[in-house]
């Protein structure tokens, strides 16, 4: 299926719509911003998707989007229509950030106007059929992410270098979050510093082609260290230690020392 008849929208009533793993749906109806009652929207899986319907903004009720599509026609991707939508909680999956060309900050600061977003669980998507050079891969600026307290961050694409903008020791805007993956990423290292999140218990580095370090500089007293529980690495193949520069190899501690960690997982 790759429509939904657009008089799903006569359902003025529906508060409910489950449309798990609709590998073919590409679009939503047209009216879909008609559903006023609308409260959960489960598009988990559906990876073709194209874009979403316009003026989505006008589900006032809706708590639940699982998945929302950026859209190429729009330099801010239709952003604002999502930050419009103040019930939302749980979890979000924002597809094809790589055709966000454009933040405008003083809109998002006037949108959210000092409210929190409630989502807990989020994850970034960029499309994977685009290669480095070829677009911009934008993170969501520190505007934006200072609205969320995410538990979980999974981001599957991203293109950049690293992730030092987010992640340095004056971030404050991840202090919630307890489990970050990353996949299918190009970064040839996490931060400059080690100065992932003070309160992670779960880290996962899954198929990252360049990674090579998780942290250029060494600081074996980061926070993280005493509270990582479960640490996965798979298909890093260029990945040769955890710090970049090791101030001295000599020295028995120069390895990260994890203390309350249950499992480390390494796949080839």
């Given at each position: 299926m790759e429509k939904l008849p657009n008089n799903?929208?006569?359902l003025s009533k529906l508060q409910t719509l489950k449309l798990f793993c609709c590998y073919s749906l590409e679009e939503l109806p047209k009216d879909f911003r008609k559903l006023h009652q609308l409260k959960h929207l489960d598009m988990e899986g559906c990876l073709s998707l194209t874009l979403m319907p316009q003026q989505m903004s006008e589900l006032t009720s809706l708590?639940?989007?699982?998945a929302f599509v950026a859209n190429?026609?729009?330099?801010?991707?239709?952003?604002?229509?999502?930050l419009k939508l103040n019930e939302l909680r749980r979890h979000l999956e924002i597809l094809y950030l790589d055709r966000v060309k454009l933040f405008d900050e003083s809109k998002i600061n006037e949108l959210l106007e000092g409210r929190q977003i409630r989502v807990q669980d989020l994850t970034l998507r960029w499309d994977p059929k685009i290669g480095q050079g070829e677009s911009e891969h934008h993170l969501l600026p520190y505007c934006l992410m200072s609205h969320f307290e995410?538990?979980?961050l999974i981001?599957?694409?991203y293109r950049g270098p690293d992730l030092s903008s987010w992640f340095n020791s004056t971030s404050i805007q991840f202090e919630h979050l307890v489990k970050l993956s990353l996949q299918d990423c190009q970064c040839k290292y996490i931060s400059q510093e080690?100065?992932?999140p003070r309160q992670l218990k779960t880290l996962e580095l899954i198929r990252l082609d360049s990674l090579e370090c998780v942290a250029q500089n060494c600081d074996k007293d980061a926070a993280f260290y005493k509270t990582l529980m479960?640490?996965?690495?798979s298909d890093c193949p260029k990945l040769n230690s955890w710090w970049q520069e090791e101030k001295d190899v000599s020295d028995?501690?120069?390895?990260?020392?994890?203390q309350n960690y249950m499992s480390i997982t390494a796949l080839s």
């Amino acid at each position: 299926m790759e429509k939904l008849p657009n008089n799903i929208t006569k359902l003025s009533k529906l508060q409910t719509l489950k449309l798990f793993c609709c590998y073919s749906l590409e679009e939503l109806p047209k009216d879909f911003r008609k559903l006023h009652q609308l409260k959960h929207l489960d598009m988990e899986g559906c990876l073709s998707l194209t874009l979403m319907p316009q003026q989505m903004s006008e589900l006032t009720s809706l708590q639940t989007l699982s998945a929302f599509v950026a859209n190429k026609n729009d330099p801010m991707g239709g952003l604002e229509e999502l930050l419009k939508l103040n019930e939302l909680r749980r979890h979000l999956e924002i597809l094809y950030l790589d055709r966000v060309k454009l933040f405008d900050e003083s809109k998002i600061n006037e949108l959210l106007e000092g409210r929190q977003i409630r989502v807990q669980d989020l994850t970034l998507r960029w499309d994977p059929k685009i290669g480095q050079g070829e677009s911009e891969h934008h993170l969501l600026p520190y505007c934006l992410m200072s609205h969320f307290e995410l538990q979980v961050l999974i981001l599957v694409g991203y293109r950049g270098p690293d992730l030092s903008s987010w992640f340095n020791s004056t971030s404050i805007q991840f202090e919630h979050l307890v489990k970050l993956s990353l996949q299918d990423c190009q970064c040839k290292y996490i931060s400059q510093e080690d100065a992932l999140p003070r309160q992670l218990k779960t880290l996962e580095l899954i198929r990252l082609d360049s990674l090579e370090c998780v942290a250029q500089n060494c600081d074996k007293d980061a926070a993280f260290y005493k509270t990582l529980m479960d640490l996965t690495v798979s298909d890093c193949p260029k990945l040769n230690s955890w710090w970049q520069e090791e101030k001295d190899v000599s020295d028995s501690h120069s390895s990260p020392r994890f203390q309350n960690y249950m499992s480390i997982t390494a796949l080839s």
